[in-house]
T-cell receptor, first 113, second 114 residues
Framework: KAGVTQTPRYLIKTRGQQVTLSCSPISGHRSVSWYQQTPGQGLQFLFE???????NKGNFPGRFSGRQFSNSRSEMNVSTLELGDSALYLC????????????FGSGTRLTVV | SQQGEEDPQALSIQEGENATMNCSYK?????LQWYRQNSGRGLVHLILIRSNEREKHSGRLRVTLDTSKKSSSLLITASRAADTASYFCALGRQGRKNDYKLSFGAGTTVTVRA
C-alpha cells in the first residue's frame, strides 16, 4: 500500500511569507501528526489531528496551524515566516489505537531566506 | 522532561559488531518506540514495546524495557554498513483527555565502518 506522502519535498520562502504543506496519510489511518526537525531542537511535536479535530498541540506559536479534511489528508500552515522556521517538517500517520507505530513521510524541507 | 535521553550521542563500530544504545526517561509511558532516520529523510519505525513488556525482538534488533529504572536499550546485532543512521527513542503517552503524543529524544548517530 502507498506510504505517507508529503508535498512539496523542498520549498524556499522569504521571511514574512506564508507556506502550506500537505500530507496524505496511509489509507485507513485517521490520525495525522506533524513534527518539526532542526539540528538544534531535534524533533519537536507540532500537533495531531484525528477525524478532522486537533487532539493535541505542541509548544509552538499561533503562526503554526493545521487542519485535517474528511479524507484524513492534512495540511499545516505557517504564517509570517521567520528564519528560524527553516526545518524539515515531518508528517506521520497511524491507526487510532495507542500501541501502534507511526509511519512517517519523507518530509518537506523548508528554507526561509 | 517528557522526552527520552539517548546515550551515547554517537557510536562508531566495525561491520559485524553489535551496537547498543540506551534511552532513559522520567515520565510514565504507554509504550516506547525506536525509529531510524537516514540522512535527514523520514523516520522508519523499527519496534514498539509496551509498558508491560520487558523484551522484544525483530530480526537483528532486540529491545529491552525496564520500567522500574525507566530505561530502554536497543541492540543491533551483526551490524552492516546499511545500519548507518540516526536512531531515536520515542515515548508514547496518553493523557487524561485521551490525547496521545509521541515525544522523541535527540537520537544516537551510528556509523558502521566497512
Amino acid at each position: 500500500k502507498a506510504g505517507v506522502t508529503q508535498t512539496p519535498r523542498y520549498l524556499i520562502k522569504t521571511r514574512g511569507q506564508q507556506v502550506t504543506l500537505s500530507c496524505s496519510p496511509i489509507s485507513g489511518h485517521r490520525s495525522v501528526s506533524w513534527y518539526q526537525q532542526t539540528p538544534g531542537q531535534g524533533l519537536q511535536f507540532l500537533f495531531e489531528y484525528f477525524s478532522e479535530t486537533q487532539r493535541n498541540k505542541g509548544n509552538f506559536p499561533g503562526r503554526f496551524s493545521g487542519r485535517q479534511f474528511s479524507n484524513s489528508r492534512s495540511e499545516m500552515n505557517v504564517s509570517t515566516l521567520e528564519l528560524g522556521d527553516s526545518a524539515l517538517y515531518l508528517c506521520a500517520s497511524r491507526l487510532s489505537t495507542v500501541n501502534y507505530g507511526y509511519t512517517f513521510g519523507s518530509g518537506t524541507r523548508l528554507t526561509v531566506v | 522532561s517528557q522526552q527520552g535521553e539517548e546515550d551515547p550521542q554517537a557510536l562508531s563500530i566495525q561491520e559485524g559488531e553489535n551496537a547498543t544504545m540506551n534511552c532513559s526517561y522520567k515520565t510514565s509511558i504507554n509504550n516506547l518506540q525506536w525509529y531510524r532516520q537516514n540522512s535527514g529523510r523520514g523516520l522508519v519505525h523499527l519496534i514498539l514495546i509496551r509498558s508491560n513488556e520487558r523484551e522484544k525482538h525483530s530480526g537483528r534488533l532486540r529491545v529491552t524495557l525496564d520500567t522500574s529504572k525507566k530505561s530502554s536499550s536497543l541492540l543491533i546485532t551483526a551490524s552492516r554498513a546499511a545500519d548507518t543512521a540516526s536512531y531515536f527513542c520515542a515515548l508514547g503517552r496518553q493523557g487524561r483527555k485521551n490525547d496521545y503524543k509521541l515525544s522523541f529524544g535527540a537520537g544516537t548517530t551510528v556509523t558502521v565502518r566497512a
